[in-house]
């Protein structure tokens, strides 16, 4: 039995008890974590390919390290420009295990839900209408005095 899960932002095809790195996940090493965006699962031959996720399906995993990648070096050069930068990155990685892969039938456990407090409505205050703003009155163009005007 395999599955195809999202991690992180990409696609892993796990089976139970194998031990994979993925980018780096929220959560203390030797904690339990739970994978919901199942995209296909293949139980012997039974194949559930979800659109886009099979509804229901989890992976679940533990975190067994958190570590470091090898470092990638990064180098920039414009040629006779003088110009040279050197960077230097190391990813970060988690190891996990996978323990199960749940298919839609297998119950979820519930999720302790935090209460939610209801807060009082709050008395809303009376809106003020402001006054009707009169259009000003339109004043007729004064008239160009020119010079035959004048005389």
């Not at 090493?29 to 039974?46: A, H, Q, R, Y």
């Not at 190391?90 to 039938?105: D, H, L, M, N, V």
């Not at 935090?114 to 004064?142: D, L, N, Q, S, T």
Request: aromatic share 4%; glycine share 8%; charged share 35%.
């Amino acid at each position: 039995m395999y599955a195809i899960v999202e991690i992180a932002g990409q696609q892993f095809k796990v089976e139970k008890d194998q031990q994979l790195y993925v980018h780096r996940l929220e959560g203390k090493e030797g904690s339990k974590v739970s994978f919901d965006n199942v995209l296909l699962i293949d139980n012997g031959g039974k194949v559930a390919v979800g659109a886009p996720a099979v509804t229901g399906a989890s992976v679940s995993a533990k975190i067994l390290e958190h570590l470091k990648g090898d470092k990638v070096i990064v180098f920039k050069k414009k040629r006779r420009k003088g110009y040279k930068v050197k960077n230097g990155h190391r990813q970060s990685f988690t190891k996990i295990q996978i323990e199960g892969i749940a298919e839609k039938g297998a119950a979820k456990k519930a999720e302790p839900k935090a209460e939610v407090k209801e807060e009082a409505p709050k008395a809303e205050a009376p809106k003020k209408e402001a006054p009707a703003k009169k259009a000003p009155a339109k004043k007729p163009a004064a008239k160009k005095v020119t010079k035959k005007t004048e005389e």
